[in-house]
């Protein structure tokens, strides 16, 4: 017989008053290299949000990036991963990249020409029906080279000074909002830490966040890691604790007045609820747990905690094989889950 359990999980929240969630799981953005149009990625995310998840953040994974949305018939087929999320009950948002690479050895026209990219990307985000748009200025990400002081070595207006390191992402967020209404909701997912001394940390992050937050974004995605970081640093092998991150979406939390997402080894219960109770953060996402059990939501909302198939936290197995070597993931828990993957 299923035990009672606390269940401050499955209260339902609210992002903005447009973007109402059934509880405060979040399944992360999962990169499966595939097209984020395609039936095999659509059918991925669908079975999740049958398996009770909130909000599901998609990637794009579309090849042109910011630049397929000059196509304006691009968001069309997406729509039915919208569809089928939406009928499963579970809120959807798209997750757009800032690109990658060298941050300095693209020009200020280049640079300059981003936040233009962004709000016309948000347009069309919302034109085929997501329910809001994700920023994704973490890890590799190119808005997260701006922002590290050991990847950004310019000396035009986009070098320099912490303001001049982050103009780029606060301008895409300006300009994302005067695009569209203020009822479309904006997240933004940013490395709060690099785990390097004298790189990126919470005395950069967190004025960082409150500026994101003041040009119009309605929810901050705290993750961790850049390519600068220690290995296993983006991704948490078997040894890191539970909850390994948390404490930085805390320190993000503290500083602003928009929910906050959490990540990083979240894998229990108890981890979720406490992550939530102490005021961490609002949610929390997973991502290798639910590619491990698709019903981890459902079984922990009944109280059937012990029937939860758990993630091994394998990387060399699974996650790093895939990264650094290209091969198909392969979830020793679930062996149905057999594509190239990375993510949370």
């Not at 579970?90 to 640079?111: H, T």
């Not at 940390?201 to 119009?216: R, W």
């Amino acid at each position: 017989m299923p035990v009672q359990k606390t269940n401050f999980l499955f209260t339902p929240f609210n992002i903005t008053a447009g973007l109402q969630l059934r509880n405060r799981i979040v399944l992360a953005p999962l990169y499966l290299a595939m097209d984020g149009r395609s039936d095999d990625f659509c059918a991925f995310y669908e079975r999740r949000a049958k398996g009770g998840v909130g909000l599901v953040i998609a990637p794009q994974s579309t090849p042109g990036g910011l630049d397929d949305w000059a196509d304006p018939d691009f968001g069309e087929a997406f729509r039915p991963l919208i569809k089928t999320c939406h009928s499963e009950g579970a809120k959807i948002a798209l997750q757009v990249f800032s690109g990658s690479g060298p941050v300095d050895r693209l020009s200020s026209e280049d640079l300059a020409s981003i936040p233009e990219k962004f709000a016309r990307a948000a347009v069309g985000v919302r034109a085929a029906g997501f329910d809001a748009i994700d920023i994704h200025g973490a890890h590799h990400a190119l808005f997260m080279g701006l922002l590290s002081p050991f990847q950004n070595h310019r000396t035009d207006r986009y070098g320099g000074a912490t303001e001049n390191r982050w103009r780029v992402q606060v301008q895409s967020v300006v300009a994302i909002r005067a695009a569209i209404s203020d009822d479309f909701p904006i997240l933004y997912r940013l490395s709060a830490s690099d785990f390097v001394e004298g790189g990126v940390n919470l005395s950069l992050t967190t004025p960082f966040a409150q500026t994101i937050v003041a040009a119009g974004a309605d929810c901050l995605d705290v993750s961790a890691g850049t390519s600068d970081s220690p290995p296993n640093s983006s991704h948490p092998d078997k040894e890191a604790p539970l909850g390994c991150f948390s404490h930085l979406a805390g320190g993000i939390r503290s500083a602003v007045d928009t929910p906050v997402i959490a990540v990083g080894k979240i894998a229990t219960r108890e981890v979720a609820e406490s992550i939530l109770r102490n005021g961490e953060a609002d949610l929390v996402a997973l991502g290798r747990p639910l590619i491990a059990d698709p019903d981890w939501p459902l079984k922990l909302g009944a109280g059937r905690d012990d029937d939860v198939v758990p993630c091994l936290w394998d990387n060399v197995g699974c996650l790093k094989a895939s990264i650094s070597r290209g091969r198909p993931i392969r979830c020793t828990q679930n062996p149905s889950v057999g594509f190239e993957a990375r993510g949370d």
